[in-house]
């Protein structure tokens, strides 16, 4: 966060490589984002039972808006579908129960050959695919020495990635392009790209 609010590369501040006034900056940031409200928990493992525990006591002590769990393909008893089934069901229910979203991250199955990521590669896709209402898949092509398919071919890959909402129920489908900072981990608009695949009319959902 800091790397993104700043412009200094995270590899500078994680390894300590900054100028006399990158510190400063960095030490000013640190000061001005004590008081944001975000809450990280690394206590509850992979348990999906401690982990929507968890989740309870913060929107009750702290008054969470949004959960984000990191990441559903390293929990106990994701081994199989209906595993990922199970902690995807827990998950939903515990949205609906807070009236929070809980952003769910997930591992997707390699494919060399077309690199570019679609709902079928979700690491137990069906039932994970079933009760989500929403998934977003990012792609960097530049990565895989690839071009972005269509419509998207003549957009340049250096420095930009796909956000592909690829279900959105009751948004559409459809996808933009971001440009991408790997230094900072830091995503921006890309003026003028974006494109609806079913209802969306070119507007971003998001």
């Known amino acids: 966060m800091v790397a993104q609010e700043t412009g200094i590369s995270a ?24 008081n ?3 809450y990280f928990d690394e206590n509850v493992l992979n348990d999906v039972d401690k982990i929507c525990t968890s989740i309870r006591k913060m929107k009750l002590k702290y008054g969470i808006r949004v959960a984000l769990v990191d990441f559903i393909q390293d929990m106990k008893g994701a081994h199989d579908e ?13 949205a609906k129960e ?3 979203p809980i952003i769910a991250i ?20 069906g039932q994970l ?4 209402d929403i998934v977003i898949l990012l792609y960097r092509p530049e990565e895989y020495n690839k071009s972005y398919s269509e419509p998207f071919s003549t957009i340049p890959t250096n420095g930009t990635a796909l956000v592909k909402i690829a279900k959105g129920r009751n948004y559409g489908t459809g996808g ?16 003028g790209v974006d494109t609806d695949e079913e209802n969306t009319k070119g507007d971003n959902p998001f």
């Not at 590899?11 to 004590?34: G, W």
């Not at 695919?129 to 989500?132: I, P, Q, T, V, Y």
């Open 129 to 132: 695919e079933e009760k989500s």
């Open 36 to 38: 944001i409200p975000l």
């Open 176 to 191: 933009f392009i971001l440009r991408f900072n790997s230094e900072t981990t830091n995503f921006c608009d890309y003026k």
């Open 98 to 100: 807070l009236k929070i």
């Open 106 to 125: 997930s591992q997707l199955n390699r494919d060399k050959n077309n690199p570019e990521p679609n709902r079928s590669r979700l690491r137990g896709s």
């Open 82 to 94: 209906a595993g990922v089934a199970e902690i995807g069901r827990k998950l939903k229910n515990l």
């Open 11 to 34: 590899k500078k501040i994680m390894f300590n490589r900054m100028s006399l006034d990158e510190k400063k900056l960095v030490l000013h940031m640190l000061e001005s984002m004590k």
